[in-house]
């Protein structure tokens, strides 16, 4: 057993996501806290990877592996993770990393921490601050045993810590890409046509509170008084009353408008990852504990309804 | 196909969340079928209707509370609906995925469904792990599966309306983000004469697992900053804000 830390980076078209540098810079810390190597891992071809502030960098370097697969990237992270004996190994909270986390905790017995905001070290093991309950509250959890794998959430650590110019060792696959019972078909690109909520100066965005698909004309004609576009968190996007091309959040879009108006939206972690650095945000929900007064600017426990009519009044 | 969607009830966010101890205080609070399930419940009865073959619902009894769900699964085109009678509110994922996994072992489940993720799922969400448990490949955040014979093609979502698809070789695990249609309505009524009718299979746990977690604490959230909030009637909230967009510029 080392005390060392895996960090699995992750990488989409040739660019590592700013989740990879957080928890790189994260990782440095807490090696140095514990008197291990913060180690960056690279899975997959097709991307430079002497990127990382990391003590060492391994990129398991296969042209099977340069579209991400679940069950291929499992596997090399699971022989990784049984070579090294690593003391933690981080994730990221992501739509690739939630793939594997929870996988590779059930395979190896290690305790997952998942939603994780902070690592520390506490008496020379980790204490991990997670969001729960759609981040209603945050638990301290202390996993047990020698090695634990921590779930972070993008946008928690600072970027800049994590990036650098250590040379990477490269290392062949150790799965047989023949052997795989998931195959990568072809890449799906974003449907085009709508427009583009990310270039959008401002945004009225709707949540579950909208109620239903008849009740999305209201948000419109709101936003067309403003001038302003409308958006959504995923729920609503799911349930169909607006195209996938207008959703804000993890799974979704990022975007930095000027101003942000949100209705009924309470502020799951997954929508603030897509939303938090917009310049003016305004948040009307009834419900008054709603996690997103946490994170607005301005705030107002209030019927959407009445609002956004009243609104449409005065302008 | 043999389909089986594998459920979780979670204590309602839409309430406070009171806590005791070092956990969320479970006899305070109302439990619901995670939102993510109603999507892979309706996935699953889709390619039912496309494909044929059976649906079974299971999940994990952490209250005495399930069978309205089940009932709900029922109405909504579920075949078969099972609970595991665990009578343990405060059984984490692994424990729930090592639960289900031992449940639906014996099943031949050509295709095992769970929501992509829980909102109490910090140690974790259950179809990675029923995946590993059963030694099957996982994909998650998937928003459609097709089933072609002994495989299925499968998309899966990335950021941003980018995704990629999948072929998939049964049997498997998928996590369900979103169905490729809205999930169905079922009528008060038609849940209500599967609840008179219907047959609740009951299953004891077998196995057992842990998140490995202790928990130190638990509580709302330090607030680091909070929104300025503008008290008043609608009218007045309303007329605050187009006040402040206009005071910036914003109208």
């Not at chain 1, 891992?41 to 398991?60: E, K």
């Not at chain 1, 990036?163 to 195959?183: E, H, R």
């Not at chain 1, 349930?239 to 209705?263: D, E, H, I, N």
Request: a negative charge.
């Amino acid at each position: 057993m080392s005390n060392d830390i895996l960090v699995i980076t992750e990488h989409m078209d040739g660019k590592f996501s700013d989740v990879s540098f957080e928890m790189v810079g994260k990782a440095k810390e807490l090696a140095s806290a514990l008197g291990g190597q913060a180690v960056a891992v690279v899975v997959g071809g097709g991307v430079s990877s002497n990127v990382f502030a990391s003590d060492s960098t391994i990129h398991v370097d296969d042209a099977a592996l340069s579209n991400f697969n679940p069950e291929a990237y499992g596997k090399v992270i699971e022989a990784l993770v049984k070579e090294k004996s690593p003391k933690v190994v981080m994730f990221g909270w992501t739509v690739t990393g939630m793939d594997i986390a929870a996988w590779l905790s059930a395979r190896t017995g290690a305790p997952l921490a998942a939603y994780a905001k902070d690592v520390r070290v506490e008496g020379g093991g980790i204490v991990v601050s997670s969001q729960a309950y759609g981040g209603k509250l945050m638990a301290d959890v202390a996993p047990e045993g020698d090695m634990a794998i921590v779930a972070c959430l993008a946008g928690s650590f600072p970027v800049e810590a994590g990036q650098g110019s250590t040379a990477a060792t490269t290392m062949a696959s150790p799965v047989d890409a023949g052997s795989l019972k998931v195959k990568f078909v072809e890449a799906i690109k974003p449907a085009g046509g709508d427009v583009d909520i990310t270039a959008q100066a401002k945004l009225v965005s709707i949540g579950r509170g909208i109620g239903g698909k008849e009740n999305v004309e209201l948000a419109e004609e709101l936003a067309k008084a403003l001038g302003a576009t409308v958006s959504a968190s995923r729920p609503v996007v799911d349930a169909g009353w607006l195209p996938r091309t207008r959703q804000v959040g993890k799974s979704g879009l990022k975007v930095k408008p000027k101003l942000y108006l949100m209705l009924g939206i309470s502020g799951a972690p997954e929508h603030l990852e897509g939303m938090k650095s917009a310049e003016l945000i305004i948040a009307v929900n009834t419900d008054k504990k709603a996690p997103i007064f946490n994170v607005a600017h301005y705030g107002a426990t209030a019927d959407l309804f009445e609002v956004a009519e009243a609104m449409l009044e005065l302008l | 196909m043999n389909i089986v969607v594998a459920i979780k009830h979670i204590p309602s966010i839409a309430d406070d969340l009171p806590v005791k101890g070092n956990n969320v205080d479970f006899d305070s609070v109302d439990f619901v079928l995670n939102e993510w399930d109603e999507h892979s419940i309706e996935q699953a009865v889709l390619i039912k209707e496309a494909v044929g073959g059976t649906v079974t619902v299971i999940g994990v009894d952490l209250i005495g509370e399930l069978d309205n769900a089940l009932h709900l699964a029922l109405a909504k085109g579920a075949d078969k609906v099972v609970k595991i009678t665990a009578d343990d509110p405060a059984a984490d994922s692994h424990m729930q995925a090592k639960w289900l996994s031992e449940a639906i072992k014996g099943m031949g489940a050509d295709m095992v469904f769970a929501g992509v993720q829980a909102s109490n799922d910090l140690d974790g969400q259950i179809g990675p792990m029923i995946a590993a448990y059963l030694d099957m490949p996982y994909i998650g955040g998937v928003s459609s599966i097709e089933a072609n014979g002994d495989s299925a093609t499968v998309n899966k979502e990335f950021a941003g309306g980018a995704g990629a698809k999948y072929s998939v070789h049964m049997p498997f695990v998928a996590g369900v983000q979103s169905a490729p249609k809205p999930p169905r309505y079922a009528p008060v009524s038609k849940v209500r004469q599967m609840a008179q009718s219907a047959t609740v299979e009951k299953v004891a746990p077998s196995g057992d697992a842990s998140s490995g977690l202790a928990f130190k604490k638990m509580a709302p959230p330090v607030v680091t900053g909070h929104a300025e909030m503008i008290e008043g009637s609608s009218k007045e909230v309303a007329a605050k804000i187009v006040e402040l967009l206009k005071s910036k510029g914003l109208a």
